[in-house]
């Protein structure tokens, strides 16, 4: 088996205020709440990490290719059924991921996507 190389860490601990932890990567603090709460959730956190790998890694694949890539937009949405038992509500029954991209034909724009998917 290959070695493996640590890519990435982040931790979060208590506040002792409820539904509310601070989160940390490398020197960076922020706060991530229970859903509902005034602060981000960390639902919609975890949301936007998936929005900014397809951004940044597609815009890097387009730059390496040669591909005119202008501009991206990357929204992604979770659904919960809310009539699941309490303990089945924390889980996702539908991720939706919508990319839209400028100045790509769609030739090269469904190319990348696929790519994306693939890591």
Same mark, same amino acid.
């Given at each position: 088996?290959?070695?493996?190389?640590?890519? /990435?860490?982040?931790?979060? /601990?208590?506040?002792?205020?409820?539904?509310?932890?601070i989160c940390n990567a490398?020197?960076?603090?922020?706060?991530?709440? =229970?859903?509902?709460?005034?602060?981000?959730?960390?639902?919609?956190?975890?949301?936007?990490?998936?929005?900014?790998?397809?951004?940044?890694?597609?815009?890097?694949?387009?730059?390496?290719?040669?591909?005119?890539? =202008?501009?991206? =937009?990357?929204?992604?949405?979770? /659904?919960?059924?809310? *009539?699941?038992?309490?303990?089945?509500?924390?889980? /996702?029954? =539908?991720?939706?991921?919508?990319?839209?991209?400028?100045?790509? *034909? *769609?030739?090269?724009?469904?190319?990348?996507? *696929?790519?994306?998917?693939?890591?």
């Amino acid at each position: 088996m290959a070695e493996l190389t640590l890519a /990435y860490a982040a931790r979060s /601990y208590s506040t002792g205020t409820l539904g509310r932890s601070i989160c940390n990567a490398r020197n960076h603090h922020w706060v991530a709440d =229970d859903s509902g709460g005034e602060e981000v959730g960390a639902g919609e956190l975890f949301m936007s990490g998936i929005s900014a790998c397809a951004v940044n890694m597609i815009e890097r694949l387009a730059a390496e290719g040669e591909i005119p890539l =202008d501009w991206m =937009d990357v929204s992604v949405e979770a /659904y919960r059924d809310m *009539d699941a038992q309490p303990a089945e509500r924390t889980l /996702y029954e =539908d991720i939706r991921i919508h990319l839209k991209m400028w100045g790509v *034909d *769609d030739r090269d724009g469904e190319a990348l996507v *696929d790519t994306w998917k693939r890591r």
